[in-house]
């Protein structure tokens, strides 16, 4: 532990809650009939559909690919047969559902052909393109595409890899018991991402209420060909952001607006390195991911949960009591509401946190901020969140991006510390989509105006063209004209009028129209029978016969 | 005293030529304040301000032809941006050009459509894909709801479908927090 370690601004000390959940051993959530499976679980665009309803799927096999160049595949977590690919709930905030295929499990579990990677004789490309058709994102919540991630770009070298196992967030321990039971296989996944960055220098950062985990780490540390740092850092919230760990670990701090690699870095999480060692050296997806299962539960533990399997399963099997207040996914202080149970655990669920009023009594009724700037002493961001939050009530919303807005990592402590209790995060949340919605309708807009402005241009356009059509049209009309009837009356005139090539002109177009008529000929007359060609010819009888009919009134008026 | 006469001379005739050179240098192509408020307003080109689309109604606000609450699916926040702007009293939209409704797209019946064009040459912004005697359709993405092929359908096959909220375009409400009462 000689490293110097740096401290980052702000933070507080919520109460842990981590001996809960972290005595019991992992358990495998049973099969599950039915497992529901959204087709966004990363940020970026949603994969595609390439299965149909009826058909069967192995387990590991591809249900939806990745599409455009942030996205990655999605997999079917079990054997059995797609029975919709429609509209379902997911766990979200708002309850509304999001495009998922639900698959109708067969018990047998029965895998797909797959072997691990050579990895070391494949170019970063191929390995990265592997990687989003296994489905690989980042499991520390926020799921970006970790193939994108892994890809630096040649301007931004990274030397420095930091592993972050600091999981700061209160009751949550799927991490720590990762690192505990799996600390060789995360480490095997730190080697691939070393070979994918050309990283020279490897971090892990682990807060020091992690002592288990940071054993097994240095365990397994001493064990790999190549130099891993495993670092106990001081414990304090937001101490896991990816953000903060780097400048406890490195003392650089990414500037406002600016990625980590844009300094030399990439932090990955633990459950990612894992999932890498998963698909390298077993050629398996994502599949599955472990949950922490806590709150007011009979035995909060950590459960290896297929990705699709219901929340009320996870809930009952750590023994569901009664008088609960609802489920946050993730911790007490980024965790989102789930108002529907119902719901099927993602790549994103690293916890399913059930309320009571004992754990979490309801906060008391919001007074008016009285701007005592504790908030901006806890916030980790170096924002002023008082400020953020008056902009943001009001609907300032350009003043809030002054304020630099979207530095914010809405990681809760300016809430937490509030002694009005002001739900401050909402109200960053809430500005936030205010400025994408009007980015959007912005886009929309000015794709409309460039449309109409291209339409008034091409009907412009097709107006001069035909009127130069016409013209042309005319004038090559008139010279034909001019030269005929010249040949012909030569001892005549010798230039015809200009009303004589009118006529000519209208008795040419006279013919034309004759000709075309009698060029078309009805149709379906040949190979008739004498009978259909005698009821013809009677037809056409009684037409000419009308047609002399209408013509002789018209003649005896215009005689007398 | 000629001296200084040929020296306000000679001054005039400086002055007069760097004027008049960069009045050829830098002189503005349009209107530039119809530019900003055609960037303020929604580009549906609906023409229901009375103009032949938001280009227009810019031109004519800018001339102060045109009042600035003509516009109804730019909304009270529209005309209060306008009004921002144009450093006039925002006021409330004018009933008689219609009235704010929720952000739509057109739908059409396929079954119903009989293929006659009509409604490709009244759209705005080439939002609706089709030929003669084929079945037209809409692309939902670049149709703005601004209604204009509804009136010219001869089979009434065209309905406005409201945008309704999915999880990509679902936004964080204003939190409402309940002050506690200390009187």
Redesign the interface.
């Known amino acids: 532990m000689s490293r110097e370690l740096f401290k980052f601004k702000g933070g507080v000390h919520p109460p842990g809650h981590k001996e809960e959940s972290t005595g019991r051993p992992i358990h495998a959530a049973p099969l599950p009939k039915k497992l529901v499976i959204p087709l966004?679980q990363h940020i970026g665009q949603t994969a595609k559909p390439i299965v149909d309803v009826g058909d069967r799927v192995l387990k590991g096999q591809m249900i939806a690919a990745a599409s455009g160049t942030v996205s990655a595949a999605v997999h079917a977590s079990s054997s059995g047969i797609v029975r919709a690919i429609d509209m379902q709930p997911?766990p979200?905030i708002?309850g509304?559902?999001?495009l998922c295929i639900t698959i109708e499990t067969d018990g047998r579990d029965e895998w797909i052909a797959h072997a691990p990677l050579d990895y070391q004789a494949m170019t970063p490309a191929e390995l990265r393109v592997q990687l989003r058709d296994l489905g690989l994102v980042g499991l520390g919540g926020a799921v970006f595409p970790s193939a994108t991630k892994l890809d630096p770009g040649a301007a931004y070298p990274c030397p420095t890899l930091i592993i972050n196992g600091g999981e700061c967030e209160p009751w949550i321990t799927c991490d720590d018991v990762l690192m505990r039971t799996h600390a060789d296989e995360i480490l095997q996944g730190v080697a691939v991402m070393r070979h994918l960055l050309g990283s020279t220098e490897t971090l892990v950062g682990i807060e020091d209420n992690k002592p288990e985990a940071i054993a097994a780490m240095q365990a397994a540390a001493a064990k790999m060909d190549f130099a891993v740092e495993v670092v106990s850092v001081p414990t304090i919230y937001p101490g896991g952001g990816a953000k903060q760990l780097a400048e406890v670990l490195t003392g650089k701090q990414v500037p406002s607006g600016k990625r980590s690699t844009d300094v030399g870095l990439q932090v990955f999480n633990v459950g990612t390195a894992y999932a890498l060692a998963r698909a390298v050296h077993h050629g398996e997806p994502l599949i599955s991911r472990l949950v922490t299962v806590t709150g007011h539960v009979v035995r909060p533990q950590n459960i290896e949960v297929l990705i699709g399997t219901p929340f009320d399963t996870l809930i009952q099997l750590a023994g569901d009591l009664e008088h609960s207040t609802g489920v946050l996914m993730g911790g007490p202080m980024m965790g989102m509401p789930v108002p529907n149970l119902d719901v099927p655990v993602v790549k994103a669920t690293n916890c399913i946190l059930v309320k009571s009023a004992e754990l979490f009594p309801p906060l008391?009724?919001?007074?008016?901020c009285i701007r005592c700037t504790r908030c901006a002493d806890a916030c980790p961001a170096a924002l002023q969140p008082q400020e953020l939050f008056r902009f943001a009530k009001a609907g300032d919303f350009g003043r809030a991006q002054e304020y630099h807005l979207f530095d914010c990592i809405e990681c809760g402590c300016c809430s937490y510390v509030c002694p009005s209790h002001?739900?401050l995060v909402?109200?960053y949340?809430?500005a936030?989509?205010?400025i994408w919605?009007h980015e959007k309708?912005k886009q929309?807009?000015?794709?409309?105006?460039e449309?109409?402005?291209?339409?008034l241009f091409r009907q412009e356009r097709e107006k001069a063209e035909k009127a130069e059509k016409l013209a042309a049209k005319a004038q090559a009309k008139r010279a034909e004209l001019a030269a005929a009837p010249a040949d012909k009356a030569e001892p005549g005139s010798a230039t015809p009028s200009e009303a004589d090539a009118k006529k000519a002109l209208i008795a040419a177009a006279l013919a034309r129209a004759q000709a075309k008529k009698a060029e078309a000929a009805p149709k379906n007359t040949d190979n008739l029978s004498p009978d259909t060609q005698l009821e013809i010819a009677e037809i056409e009888a009684r037409r000419a016969k009308i047609r002399e009919q209408a013509r002789q009134p018209l003649e005896s008026k215009e005689k007398t | 005293m000629f001296t200084a006469i040929l020296v306000m001379v000679g001054i005039a005739v400086v002055t007069g030529l760097v004027l008049g050179w960069s009045a050829i240098r830098f002189k503005v192509e349009g209107n530039p304040l119809a530019e900003k408020i055609?960037a303020i307003?929604?580009?549906?080109?609906c023409g229901q301000c009375g103009f032949p689309?938001?280009?227009p109604y810019a031109e004519a606000i800018a001339k102060g032809e045109a009042d600035i609450n003509q516009c109804p699916p730019g909304g009270e926040e529209g005309v209060k941006k306008l009004a921002d702007l144009l450093g006039v009293e925002p006021k409330s939209l004018d009933e008689t050009h219609g009235t704010p409704k929720p952000k739509s797209v057109a739908f059409i019946d396929e079954q119903t459509c009989i293929g006659c064009t009509l409604c490709i040459q009244a759209c705005?912004?080439?939002?609706i894909a089709g030929a003669a005697k084929q079945m037209h359709t809409i692309i939902a993405a670049?149709c703005?709801g601004c209604e204009l092929c509804l009136p010219p359908c001869p089979v009434d096959c065209i309905s406005m479908v409201p945008i309704a909220?999915?999880?990509p375009?679902?936004?964080?409400?204003?939190?409402v927090?309940?002050?506690?009462r200390?009187a």
């Open positions: 966004h997911v979200h708002s509304l559902p999001d008391p009724r919001a007074l008016p002001i739900p909402d109200f949340r809430y936030k989509s205010e919605a309708d929309a807009s000015d794709l409309a105006r449309r109409h402005e291209f339409r | 055609d307003l929604p580009q549906t080109q689309g938001c280009r705005p912004v080439d939002a670049e703005t909220e999915d999880l375009h679902w936004k964080w409400k204003h939190p927090i309940e002050l506690k200390v």
